[in-house]
């Protein structure tokens, strides 16, 4: 191919009697209504890393992909990296918008910036369109806003974005990876139900989220897609050679063998739901030992974790409470509401670990730690570096000999959920505040580092011992 076909700033004109396949040919661009897939042949382009503008490519693997969307109104697809999974599925809804009855489509993305990538594509898909085409649709900020009466609305993945349009359809993009997805799921759910298709794509990450879930259960009416870099025509042994280097056996796995059994750069890698996970919901009454609570502080996402610690030292994690916009008081009225619930008292919890910074004095004249124990509530602190705590926390999940000392029972869901997906900074040993995963890790991660100094288990023989802070 000519150095001239490399130019991203090409257009449709551009590639007329162009060297395709060394055949010079003439490309016809015809605009009358066509089949999914022979339309967007016909008519769409993509912006190729290697190529630059060029038309939709015509791999079988493309247009099996089309012929899914088409048969299945809604449609769950697994994907390796680099498939044109994203370009394909735009590039349906694009075709839909135009050639259906005029309705708002929803391009959900797993965040701001990746919502604004997701329109640039559309642009570039609109641009090259035939001028009779591209003359119905103009771009905007978030949209595009179609002549005959239609939109789509390209927005990050929130659980406000459905309930506020009545989509005609719905493309979820890097679904596995998107924030609070089981929410944004529930959200959408009324909208599908009510007759709207669904389009949800992503390469695996793990088990534990709502899109292995879709995509693993058969019986609930959900098309599966699985994409393998193995249908591209182009890509053979000696192209995976070059792909996987300088990747992880782990990282390959998960975004080119589309496994969904590995997760990539979780700080708490030694996690495995089935050592760790109580098969029945653990009571602390039922079992000698010690409770201890594990804080967070923070006004927007406030985390408590109650923890058992049993007389050979093994710890188990049995209530929760995640906060949002909450004051110190309302913060403390939740903790002493759970512990009512669960039948016992301040008197029967012998601290309350929470984050070093909570001492600071607020503008207010007091810190966080004395307001709580104005409630009552008897809190400890102590500095320590993130990464010890963090050892800490991972030896007790699984030590070099491979013995538990920390387990959770099933009922702590949201505890377990941000353990899962608690994440290293990339390419770093720092762990991320990305997601609000930090906050739970955080409370259970203080607990730890005042528990291994502070106290030696003491029992008297009862159920549940509770001795005040020395």
């Keep these: 191919m000519s150095e001239e076909a490399n130019n991203s700033d090409f257009s449709r004109s551009t590639w007329k009697g162009l060297l395709i396949d060394e055949a010079e040919v003439e490309i016809e661009f015809p605009t009358v209504s066509l089949a999914p897939a022979d339309w967007i042949f016909a008519n769409v382009w993509t ?50 918008a135009l050639h259906d009855e005029p309705g708002i489509y929803l391009f959900l993305s797993k965040g701001a910036r990746d919502s604004k990538e997701m329109l640039k594509r559309l642009k570039i898909m609109v641009k090259n369109l035939p001028e009779d085409l591209s003359d119905q649709i103009k771009i905007k900020e978030e949209e595009a806003v179609f002549t005959n009466g239609s939109r789509i609305l ?23 990876f998107t924030p609070d997805a089981e929410g944004i799921w529930a959200s959408l759910k009324p909208a599908i139900d009510s007759g709207g298709t669904f389009a949800g794509i992503s390469s695996p990450n793990g088990k534990d989220n709502i899109f292995y879930e879709l995509y693993s259960d058969e019986n609930n009416g959900i098309g599966k897609f699985r994409l393998h870099w193995q249908d591209h025509p182009l890509r053979d042994e000696s192209w995976r050679v070059k792909a996987a280097k300088g990747l992880s056996q782990t990282r390959w796995q998960q975004e080119y ?20 996970i109580l098969t029945e919901p653990f009571d602390p009454k039922q079992v000698a030992g010690v409770i201890y609570r594990g804080l967070d502080f923070g006004y927007r996402h406030p985390y408590v974790v109650w923890v058992h610690q049993a007389f050979n030292g093994e710890l188990t994690v049995f209530a929760e409470f995640e906060g949002e916009d909450k004051t110190i008081q309302q913060l403390g009225a ?56 963090v050892d800490k926390v991972k030896s007790l999940l699984r030590d070099a000999n491979g013995k538990v ?23 770093t040993e720092t762990p991320g505040k990305i997601d609000g995963h930090d906050h739970a890790c955080d409370a259970l991660r203080y607990l730890i580092v005042n528990l291994q100094v502070r106290h030696k288990v003491g029992w008297s023989g009862g159920k549940v011992v509770g001795v005040s802070e020395g």
């Design 47 to 96: 912006l190729d890393a290697v190529g630059g503008v060029k038309p939709f490519p015509d791999y079988p693997f493309v247009r099996s992909l089309i012929d899914a969307l088409s048969e299945n109104r809604l449609l769950i697809v697994a994907k390796s990296r680099q498939m044109l999974a994203t370009w394909t599925v735009a590039a349906y809804y694009l075709y839909r």
């Design 154 to 176: 390209s927005l990050p993945a929130t659980e406000f974005a459905p309930r506020m349009h009545s989509p005609a359809g719905v493309f979820w993009d890097e679904m596995a």
């Design 257 to 276: 063998e589309v496994d969904f059994k590995v997760m990539v750069n979780r700080v708490y890698d030694e996690f495995d739901p089935e050592l760790h």
């Design 334 to 389: 939740a903790i002493q509401r759970i512990d009512a619930a669960r039948g016992f008292g301040e008197s029967m919890v012998r601290f309350t670990a929470c984050d070093p910074a909570g001492a600071a004095t607020s503008d207010k004249g007091i810190s966080s730690v004395e307001s709580l124990k104005e409630l009552g509530i008897k809190c400890v602190h102590r500095n320590s570096r993130i990464m010890d705590g």
């Design 405 to 427: 000392s920390l387990r959770f029972s099933p009922t702590v869901t949201q505890t377990i959920y941000h353990l899962q997906h608690y994440r290293w900074v990339k390419d």
